[in-house]
């Protein structure tokens, strides 16, 4: 498709459990972002990473953490999931960052119960 | 950093009519501004962008116009057709992209 899967597609869990989404390229591009996307607030930007091992957080960055260890992977962690973190989180790449040339990902529905 | 406000952000129309939807932002800096069309359950693509050193870029139905004194860009959608029923997205950035809250645009046939 498009290069970049997400996974898991959907997920359900509880409060207070961590939880990891995973993204992946096969463009060997340099960006990566994550973003999560709420009814009335648009796509917000959590994490993004410039490079292998260098990570640094979004306008909505608190209750989340990143790695990047290999160009073509992104994880997002919730350390302990709560009600609120219950969103739809996409994944981007760029070739370079100035804003064009984002490619999404498919996505990763969560909810958190 | 980058604030971008869009309107409406509902919008109902008649099959053929035409649509507008409007953005502003507030970081003078910000020099690339991409529209989005999200179909429901898939993901956010690319339909349409401009940069800021032009005020007007068309392709075919759509068009989207940049006026940087005010601040402000908006998409065009003549002819409109029940297929173009989704969620558009504007968005600013001399970096990372900002994006708008959203316009649900239906058409109806």
């Known amino acids: 498709d498009a290069g970049i899967t997400q996974s898991p597609r959907h997920k359900v869990t509880e409060t207070g459990t961590p939880v990891t989404l995973r993204c992946h390229q096969t463009e060997n591009h340099r960006y990566m972002y994550w973003y999560r996307q709420d009814p009335g607030h648009g796509l917000r930007l959590i994490h993004y990473s410039y490079g292998v091992k260098d990570t640094d957080k979004g306008e909505v960055s608190d209750g989340y953490s990143v790695s990047r260890s290999k160009t073509e992977d992104f994880l997002l962690t919730l350390e302990s999931a709560t009600s609120s973190q219950t969103s739809v989180y996409f994944c981007?790449?760029?070739?370079?960052?100035?804003?064009?040339?984002?490619?999404f990902g498919s996505g990763t529905r969560l909810t958190v119960v | 950093g980058e604030n971008v406000e869009q309107h409406p952000s509902t919008l109902s129309v008649q099959e053929g009519d035409s649509a507008v939807i409007k953005c502003t932002y507030s970081d003078s800096a910000s020099n690339y501004f991409p529209w989005y069309k999200q179909e429901l359950g898939k993901r956010p693509q690319l339909i349409i962008d401009?940069?800021?050193?032009?005020g007007e870029k068309k392709d075919q139905r759509i068009a989207v116009t940049l006026n940087k004194t005010a601040k402000h860009f908006s998409l065009h959608i003549t002819e409109t057709q029940p297929e173009d029923s989704a969620v558009y997205f504007c968005a600013a950035t001399g970096g990372k992209l900002t994006f708008g809250q959203g316009t649900i645009l239906t058409v109806h046939p």
């Open positions: 401009i940069r800021s050193n032009v």
């Open positions: 981007a790449i760029s070739e370079w960052d100035r804003g064009n040339g984002y490619t």
